[in-house]
């Protein structure tokens, strides 16, 4: 399956529904990046395709935000790189064909949501709201049938507690194989760690397109197994399943055995949610679609009088009574200062409408002066909520006069500008506007952009980066610092930046980060791309850190495409099995010293495989100690491992598992060994 993945039919189809996701929420976020990217797409999804073709692919870990909810406490959300984001709904494109035919009789009759539209389609998902329609007419039916009972069963937190043994074993029971379902959760293990590194077996990332497919391999669990024989309707939207039945009992008895199911796969049913309850009407018991009809809006004639009464009406002491229709309303509302002031009420009562609240003020040309006023003193409130703090920022950009601008400038750089614990949306609207006002020194915004640690909010704030706000020295610099930064997002903004601004491209070229070397080389800024990455010294960075530079290609000659993969394997057990990656480790000194010998007359001669002929050597050890030493070192130590030996030799013991406080010592001794490499290759 995984050469199935990297195809280019899969590639350019993840790619092509990636640009059609129809959540331009999340689309929002990537909308410059995407287009980038674009320039040279057919380029970069074929590096991307070697990469994946020869293992040496390495996803980045997720750019992360949270949003307050209506409880107060978080919801995550994900950005992953544009590589990342076509690498994983090209996996789920996979998923989504074997689980298609296990699924498609379900579908509008007993499950609603994220139901696939095929391979020909446009989109990945059918349309979401002919889906929840369909939700909503069978619940009536259901009612009309006489089914009068009715309880919800919901899942808590369900894509974050989604275990990754218990996916893999969902998917191989799909038709997915082992190296295919285990090489996806450690991909999402990555995808899901925190910013702080620490990584977790269980999750899906919120927000990219193919989460939601994802998690159906798991939630049909319930659809499979819940024997409910016809007593009771079971209609399933997400993670969000009703129920309607004719009695108690038999809704019960089912609630009992949803529950059981959700303990035999690692999930939780919210409690507070779950009660049994008679219907009277129907039309209370269903949420309506995101899209009702209103008596205020026909077509794109909107009555806005009529509007605001229906706003006031739904918002009874300043609390909203029916939060999906208040969304649909607000979003048709031109701003008033009656509006506004209500609004500001319900936002105090109910934060969590501060999405609403930002988008509505944004439809103001100019604030008004009180609205202007309140606007930045709750900017300067909410340090609790970062995401508050980004959207009502956004909110501003634009719509106050110059002394509010300068006040608002004040505040962002006294209470807000703290680049090196900001969640990324915040720094990326803080400091785009802290950039346009002139109110960072040089040495920070070269730090912003370069070094703070949110790859996202680094590349949108050099997208923002032009002649007209940075000085031209300053603009090179950093533009050639970004077209050179690991992270590929923020390298080709600098490449935008470059090929926008007419900079002069630094030497040397081969420096350049390949997305942004492509973006260059079609927009004719530069004449040729650097060669495919070395995986023997991506892996070797991944272990170490910093590595020098060393012509792989060169030293290992005709052996290079196997040593790669070998590389490549062992940096992962470095992760994983400590053992295991002594013995890898050896072998690659094994790769070493054929490569080493070859090159080095002087030393005398080597065979494949007789490590132990020149643990003694002098000539080695004379003209590369360091080598020698992490030689002898790791082949002494394979010696006293359970994966090589029964017994130990010098001692006659059984052999053990190899301590994980070893990995650090010869982590140490690599280091040293490719130092001294570098230096006399």
Same mark, same amino acid.
């Given at each position: 399956?995984?050469?199935?993945?990297?195809?280019?039919?899969?590639?350019?189809?993840?790619?092509?529904?990636?640009?059609?996701?129809?959540?331009?929420?999340?689309?929002? /976020?990537?909308?410059?990046?995407?287009?980038?990217?674009?320039?040279?797409? &057919?380029?970069?999804?074929?590096?991307?395709?070697?990469?994946?073709?020869?293992?040496?692919?390495?996803?980045?870990?997720?750019?992360?935000?949270?949003?307050?909810?209506?409880?107060?406490?978080?919801?995550?959300?994900?950005?992953?790189?544009?590589?990342?984001?076509?690498?994983?709904?090209?996996?789920?494109?996979?998923?989504?064909?074997?689980?298609?035919?296990?699924?498609?009789?379900?579908?509008?009759?007993?499950?609603?949501?994220?139901?696939?539209?095929?391979?020909?389609?446009?989109?990945?998902?059918?349309?979401?709201?002919?889906?929840?329609?369909?939700?909503?007419?069978?619940?009536?039916?259901?009612?009309?049938d006489g089914y009068r009972f009715a309880a919800s069963f919901d899942l808590t937190a369900c894509y974050d507690s989604l275990d990754h043994g218990v996916l893999r074993h969902m998917l191989q029971g799909i038709g997915c194989d082992k190296e295919f379902s285990e090489t996806l959760t450690k991909w999402l293990s990555v995808w899901t760690a925190t910013d702080r590194g620490i990584y977790h077996n269980h999750g899906i990332p919120q927000g990219p397109l193919g989460s939601g497919l994802l998690s159906e391999v798991v939630l049909r669990h319930?659809? #499979?197994?819940?024997?409910?024989?016809?007593?009771?309707?079971?209609?399933? /939207?997400?993670?969000?399943?009703?129920?309607?039945?004719?009695?108690?009992?038999?809704?019960?008895?089912?609630?009992?055995?949803?529950?059981?199911?959700?303990?035999?796969?690692?999930?939780?049913?919210?409690?507070?949610?779950?009660?049994?309850?008679?219907?009277?009407?129907?039309?209370?018991?269903?949420?309506?679609?995101?899209?009702?009809?209103?008596?205020?809006?026909?077509?794109?004639?909107?009555?806005?009088?009529?509007?605001?009464? *229906?706003?006031?009406?739904?918002?009874?002491?300043?609390?909203?009574?029916?939060a999906t229709r208040f969304k649909y309303l607000l979003a048709h509302a031109h701003p008033n200062a009656k509006l506004t002031a209500r609004l500001w009420r319900i936002f105090e009562n109910q934060p969590d409408y501060y999405a609403q609240v930002a988008r509505y003020l944004g439809r103001y040309?100019?604030?008004?002066?009180?609205?202007?006023?309140?606007?930045?003193?709750?900017?300067?409130?909410?340090?609790?909520?970062?995401?508050? *703090?980004?959207?009502?920022?956004?909110?501003?950009?634009? *719509?106050?006069?110059?002394?509010?601008?300068?006040?608002?400038?004040?505040?962002?750089?006294?209470?807000?500008?703290?680049? *090196?614990?900001?969640?990324?949306?915040?720094?990326?609207?803080?400091?785009?506007?802290?950039?346009?006002?002139?109110?960072?020194?040089?040495?920070?915004?070269? /730090?912003?952009?370069?070094?703070?640690?949110?790859?996202?909010?680094?590349?949108?704030?050099?997208?923002?980066? #032009?002649?007209?706000?940075?000085?031209?020295?300053?603009?090179?610099?950093?533009?050639?610092?970004?077209?050179?930064?690991?992270?590929?997002?923020?390298?080709?903004?600098?490449?935008? +930046?470059?090929?926008?601004?007419?900079?002069?491209?630094?030497?040397?070229? &081969?420096?350049?980060?390949?997305?942004?070397?492509?973006?260059?080389?079609?927009?004719?800024?530069?004449?040729?791309?650097?060669?495919?990455?070395?995986?023997?010294?991506?892996?070797?960075?991944?272990?170490?850190?910093?590595?020098?530079?060393?012509?792989?290609?060169?030293?290992?000659? +005709? &052996?290079?495409?196997?040593?790669?993969?070998?590389?490549?394997?062992?940096?992962?057990?470095?992760?994983?099995?400590?053992?295991?990656?002594?013995?890898?480790?050896?072998?690659?000194? #094994?790769?070493?010293?054929?490569?080493?010998?070859?090159?080095?007359?002087?030393?005398?001669?080597?065979?494949?495989?007789?490590?132990?002929?020149?643990?003694?050597?002098?000539?080695?050890?004379?003209?590369?100690?360091?080598?020698? =030493?992490?030689?002898?070192?790791?082949? =002494?130590?394979?010696?006293?491992?359970?994966?090589?030996?029964?017994?130990?030799?010098?001692?006659?013991?059984?052999?053990?598992?190899?301590?994980?406080?070893?990995?650090?010592?010869?982590?140490?001794?690599?280091?040293?060994?490719?130092?001294?490499?570098?230096?006399?290759?």
């Open positions: 399956m995984l050469a199935d993945l990297c195809t280019d039919e899969n590639l350019h189809r993840a790619w092509r529904w990636l640009r059609s996701n129809p959540d331009a929420s999340y689309k929002g /976020y990537f909308r410059d990046l995407y287009a980038i990217y674009a320039v040279a797409d &057919n380029r970069l999804l074929k590096r991307l395709q070697h990469r994946l073709r020869r293992g040496i692919y390495d996803p980045t870990r997720a750019c992360k935000l949270f949003f307050p909810k209506p409880s107060g406490i978080l919801r995550p959300y994900s950005l992953l790189t544009i590589e990342d984001q076509i690498v994983y709904q090209a996996a789920v494109n996979l998923v989504a064909e074997r689980l298609f035919p296990k699924v498609k009789h379900r579908y509008n009759t007993e499950v609603f949501g994220h139901l696939y539209a095929g391979k020909t389609s446009v989109w990945f998902y059918r349309k979401w709201s002919d889906g929840y329609k369909a939700f909503n007419d069978a619940a009536r039916k259901a009612f009309a319930f659809d #499979d197994r819940r024997k409910s024989e016809g007593k009771v309707r079971y209609f399933r /939207y997400v993670d969000d399943i009703r129920l309607f039945a004719k009695s108690q009992r038999e809704l019960r008895r089912l609630l009992v055995r949803l529950d059981l199911l959700s303990k035999d796969i690692g999930l939780f049913p919210q409690a507070s949610k779950i009660s049994i309850h008679e219907v009277k009407e129907i039309e209370a018991e269903l949420k309506t679609i995101s899209h009702p009809t209103e008596g205020s809006i026909r077509g794109r004639i909107v009555n806005q009088a009529r509007l605001q009464k *229906r706003i006031v009406a739904m918002t009874p002491r300043f609390r909203v009574s029916d040309r100019r604030l008004p002066r009180r609205t202007a006023e309140r606007l930045i003193k709750e900017i300067e409130r909410q340090e609790l909520y970062p995401a508050v *703090r980004a959207a009502l920022l956004i909110a501003a950009d634009g *719509r106050l006069t110059d002394r509010q601008a300068r006040s608002l400038g004040t505040l962002i750089k006294r209470e807000v500008w703290k680049p *090196r614990e900001m969640p990324a949306d915040l720094f990326a609207v803080a400091g785009r506007l802290l950039l346009i006002g002139g109110r960072l020194t040089v040495a920070q915004l070269q /730090y912003a952009c370069l070094r703070v640690k949110p790859w996202w909010g680094r590349a949108q704030l050099v997208l923002a980066l #032009d002649s007209a706000n940075v000085a031209g020295a300053t603009l090179a610099v950093i533009l050639n610092g970004a077209v050179r930064d690991k992270h590929g997002e923020v390298a080709l903004a600098g490449a935008l +930046g470059v090929a926008m601004n007419g900079t002069a491209v630094a030497p040397p070229l &081969n420096t350049i980060e390949p997305p942004a070397a492509e973006v260059l080389k079609e927009l004719g800024v530069i004449a040729r791309t650097p060669p495919p990455p070395c995986g023997v010294e991506s892996s070797l960075r991944r272990m170490l850190g910093t590595v020098p530079t060393i012509r792989w290609r060169t030293v290992f000659a +005709g &052996n290079y495409r196997h040593v790669e993969k070998q590389m490549v394997y062992t940096r992962a057990l470095a992760e994983t099995n400590v053992s295991a990656w002594v013995n890898g480790m050896d072998v690659f000194d #094994d790769w070493l010293l054929v490569a080493l010998y070859a090159h080095d007359p002087s030393l005398g001669t080597y065979v494949f495989g007789s490590i132990g002929s020149v643990m003694n050597s002098t000539r080695l050890k004379h003209n590369y100690p360091a080598i020698q =030493e992490l030689v002898v070192s790791i082949h =002494e130590k394979r010696l006293e491992s359970l994966l090589s030996h029964a017994k130990t030799k010098s001692t006659g013991k059984p052999t053990k598992p190899i301590k994980w406080a070893y990995l650090k010592t010869g982590k140490t001794l690599l280091r040293k060994a490719l130092s001294e490499l570098a230096a006399k290759w």
